[in-house]
């Protein structure tokens, strides 16, 4: 057993924590930013703890300053690094983080990720009684409880960017491209980006249609065009882009299949307006939200509102993707 440490009373918040933890993603830099700058303005003084739940491990924990966080506002990743902890799923991890932020006299943190991340909070928090707020920053945008996840629209316009031009391509060759990109669990990134680029057929997990929908255009396919696009989540029931491809160049040996995996690429550039208002608009709730004794909830996003849910609620479920989206994007591929 871990030893625990004394726990503080909680009193009157006057200094807080800010991480990032698990997969970066574009829109974190400004959440940091937010939260900074709107702390500092209340009246909090703000530390910003580096490499996620290990570096609170660590005691890797440094002040922000106004002018830290000047110039991120644009910038992708995230200026307080991010990583995943093993060390954090155990009571000594946690232990020894508690520890780290008493001898800084932290009261509260900020933490921006997602349910992985929100679940080692709500634990933390429950086992010291320490207030925690979470931002939920992934690209998959799949957290319960939220429209909208920091980094969902950069990444989304950053799809489809790379596969406009991998179109231009197919259409020069007649060749059908198999195009990847991230969700492991979760489909919504492909779903849109693919309605969104005009997509014959679309695999994501949630739904078993996609394969029937993607032989009909295969069938269909050298009657009615000579190039396409099949947009895939990595986590298809199928085994993926890669997979995919070598069935159906098995298959229909006679189609020009390639497979194109856009990989980490997903995570990166410059957050998009979208991102930067929604991270800021974020940020500032989550300080609200802690001096307004909240604790253990996730801010989320919901009719273009703030919105406070429950991490025990936000934890426990994905968001569902939206069928109408499916139908609409087999409405208007008629093959």
């Known amino acids: 057993m871990a030893e625990i440490p004394n726990i503080k009373k909680r009193g009157e918040i006057k200094r807080i924590g800010v991480l990032t933890s698990g997969g970066d993603a574009p829109g974190m830099n400004p959440a940091i930013r937010a939260v900074t700058r709107s702390g500092i303005h209340k009246g909090l003084e703000v530390f910003g703890v580096m490499n996620g739940y290990q570096g609170m491990i660590e005691g890797n924990i440094v002040p922000l300053t106004s002018d830290d966080v000047s110039g991120i506002l644009q910038k992708g990743g995230t200026i307080l690094k991010t990583a995943r902890s093993k060390d954090f799923r155990t009571e000594e991890g946690r232990a020894k983080a508690y520890k780290n932020l008493m001898k800084l006299e932290i009261d509260a943190l900020v933490v921006i990720g997602g349910d992985g991340s929100f679940m080692g909070a709500s634990i933390f928090s429950k086992e010291y009684d320490i207030p925690v707020v979470g931002i939920p920053g992934t690209i998959d945008n799949d957290m319960y409880g939220t429209e909208y996840t920091l980094g969902y629209d950069t990444a989304m316009n950053t799809v489809i960017d790379a596969v406009d031009k991998i179109k231009d391509t197919a259409s020069s060759h007649g060749r059908i491209f198999f195009v990847e990109v991230m969700g492991r669990e979760a489909g919504l990134l492909a779903l849109s980006s693919g309605i969104a680029c005009g997509a014959e057929a679309i695999i994501i997990p949630e739904a078993d249609e996609g394969d029937k929908d993607l032989q009909k255009y295969l069938k269909n396919y050298k009657k009615k065009k000579n190039s396409g696009i099949v947009m895939v989540a990595e986590g298809d029931k199928a085994g993926g ?18 497979v194109s995996i856009l990989g980490h690429m997903q995570r990166g550039g410059n957050p998009t307006g979208t991102d930067r208002v929604i991270a800021t608009q974020m940020g500032v709730a989550a300080v609200e939200a802690l001096l307004d004794d909240q604790k253990s909830i996730m801010i989320g996003y919901v009719n273009s509102k703030i919105t406070h849910v429950p991490f025990n609620k936000t934890v426990k479920a994905n968001r569902p993707i939206d069928h109408d989206l499916l139908d609409i994007q087999k409405a208007l591929n008629k093959w």
């Open 241 to 258: 882009a890669l997979k995919l491809a070598e069935r159906v160049t098995s298959d229909y040996p006679d189609l020009d299949v390639r």
